[in-house]
């Protein structure tokens, strides 16, 4: 058996990158078209701006296999939607019992999750912070500060991305808006559909 390599990727923070990455990529406003509740806010956005960076993403991925690690670095721009903050497009992992580890690097933020069954929680994000996004949690990165938001992640190597299952239901159970004590409050997603009790048992059992 020929041993894979190590190797080491050196983080800027401030630049929310890091060397050695295997793959990268952006998302842009547009990308992100249907994911927030005002509409009318979005296109304004988008019509008085140049299609922003919304967030990028850097990763190393060794391999595929089942007992690897995929790790990488994801920086998010600050901004707002009418009252609602950026936000990463959000997923379950397409092996749903896979789970995630997300490290804070700088900014503020909130890693929103929610079970399959439509349970809401909410971790506050900062540098040094680790969050643990357990097996089975739809989870999307929150920026609520004013400055970049950078998080180290690492995920099991065959977890893979299942986006639909958010698209399914018209999105996240609860959005994260301006407010409250800490610059944020979560408010009830008027579109959400809430999964039936057969695309949960499918979900827990994948
Ligand atoms: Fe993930």
Redesign the pocket.
């Known amino acids: 058996m020929t041993l894979f390599e190590p190797a080491a990727c050196q983080v800027d923070v401030a630049a929310g990158t890091m060397s050695g990455a295997t793959g990268r990529y952006q998302k842009r406003l547009a990308d992100l078209v249907g994911l927030y509740a005002d509409d009318a806010a979005f296109q304004a956005a988008l019509s008085m701006s140049n299609n922003p960076v919304v967030y990028d993403v850097a990763d190393f991925r060794p391999s595929a296999k089942s007992g690897d690690l995929i790790f990488g670095i994801t920086r998010m721009s600050p901004g707002l939607i009418g009252e609602e903050f950026y936000l990463t497009r959000g997923?379950?992992?397409a092996v749903a019992d896979?789970p995630?580890i997300y490290y804070g690097q700088a900014g503020q933020g909130l890693m929103l999750m929610e079970s399959p069954d439509g349970e809401t929680r909410v971790v506050e994000m900062q540098a040094q912070t680790i969050c643990y996004?357990p097996p089975y949690w739809i989870?999307r990165s929150v920026n609520t500060g004013t400055t970049d938001f950078v998080m180290v992640?690492s995920?099991p190597a065959d977890?893979g991305?299942d986006y639909g299952i958010i698209e399914k239901s018209s999105g996240m159970r609860h959005r994260v808006l301006r407010g409250g004590p800490n610059g944020w409050q979560l408010a009830e997603n008027k579109d959400y559909q809430p999964r039936s009790s057969a695309a949960i048992a499918a979900v827990m059992t994948s």
């Open positions: 997923h379950i992992h896979r995630e996004v989870h992640f995920y977890s991305q």
